[in-house]
């Protein structure tokens, strides 16, 4: 058995290297920064015959420990197990993702995100939505103020039952003619990413929806195997065999995607090599028909 679970070890996965005496704003950015650079948001378990667990201590071993990312449910798990473990003043949230070709909310909350209060102020920390959808630094809670990051503008907006959070980005160049219909693209703008309430969630409460999004077969995640790393310059993905390297270029308006496909062969090189991402069991790529947009 593998020691506690501990602050310094996650540390040094993320490579933070600064005092956490302050409990403030620029801490919390900083280290919601480096988790997103280098724990990848992933579903490989799924493809490895592997079961995904919402077990702290078995999160903590695989994401911390053993050179492996995760999906929401263990990624936000983790990254809130680290804040409550600092002192920050954090609360589990639920939110329920929109699905562009449905129109609407799924139906129950799939993915679990962070509370924290600052200075009385509140913020919306999420390290594990991935491509780009990943929010860099945290957001404050505010209605309909626009908040500049790297993948664009987002907003959260408060609609008196829920609070909704959308993303303006930018419209992708991509220089491989054979993937200029990718159905991996979104030409649309303005995209809403989910909704959520401020009721606090305990962890049992995404037990089923964590059995559910590994057994369900139209579950996207049993249909698709997904790795996305963010990097200084943009984003790294590997869904199904099709690798992409994004980069930001706001100054022109575009973000660039660099695709192409790859072999079996190459995958568990690829992994290692740009998502730091050691396989245990043998991965069987998949890349069936489901909405997805990187």
Same mark, same amino acid.
């Given at each position: ?23 403030? &704003?620029?801490?919390?950015?900083? +280290? ?15 493809? =490895? ?9 078995? +999160? ?11 999906? =929401? ?6 990254? %809130? ?31 679990? +995100? ?15 939505? %991935? ?9 404050? &809670?505010?209605? %309909? ?11 959260? +907006? ?10 303006? %980005? ?42 559910? &999004? ?7 995640? $049993?249909?698709?195997? $997904? ?68």
């Amino acid at each position: 058995m593998k020691g506690k679970m501990n602050l310094d070890e996650y540390f040094k996965r993320i490579g933070f290297h600064g005092s956490y005496d302050k409990l403030d &704003l620029a801490t919390l950015k900083l +280290i919601h920064r480096q988790h997103v650079m280098s724990i990848p948001f992933e579903n490989l378990s799924i493809h =490895c015959g592997e079961k995904i667990t919402m077990d702290l201590e078995v +999160i903590f071993n695989k994401m911390v420990r053993s050179s492996r990312g995760g999906w =929401c449910l263990e990624n936000n798990s983790l990254f %809130g197990w680290v804040l409550r473990q600092m002192g920050y003043d954090t609360t589990t949230l639920g939110s329920r993702v929109f699905s562009p070709t449905g129109g609407e909310y799924h139906s129950e909350e799939t993915h679990l +995100i962070n509370k924290v209060i600052i200075d009385g102020k509140a913020y919306i920390a999420d390290v594990s939505f %991935g491509v780009s959808l990943q929010l860099w630094e945290p957001l404050e &809670l505010i209605s %309909g103020k626009e908040q500049s990051q790297a993948a664009g503008v987002f907003r959260l +907006i408060d609609k008196g039952d829920m609070w909704m959070l959308e993303k303006t %980005g930018r419209k992708p160049e991509v220089p491989n003619p054979e993937f200029a219909k990718s159905s991996l693209l979104d030409k649309k703008q303005t995209q809403v990413i989910y909704s959520f309430t401020l009721e606090p969630r305990e962890p049992y409460h995404f037990s089923q929806v964590n059995h559910d &999004l590994q057994s369900d077969p139209t579950s996207l995640f $049993i249909n698709k195997s $997904i790795c996305s790393l963010q990097t200084p310059t943009g984003f790294r993905a590997l869904v199904g065999w099709t690798y992409s390297e994004v980069t930001f270029k706001p100054e022109e308006g575009v973000d660039v995607y660099d695709m192409r496909n790859v072999t079996d062969d190459a995958l568990e090189e690829i992994l290692r090599e740009k998502f730091n991402v050691k396989l245990q069991n043998k991965l069987k790529a998949v890349n069936k028909k489901a909405c997805y947009t990187l």
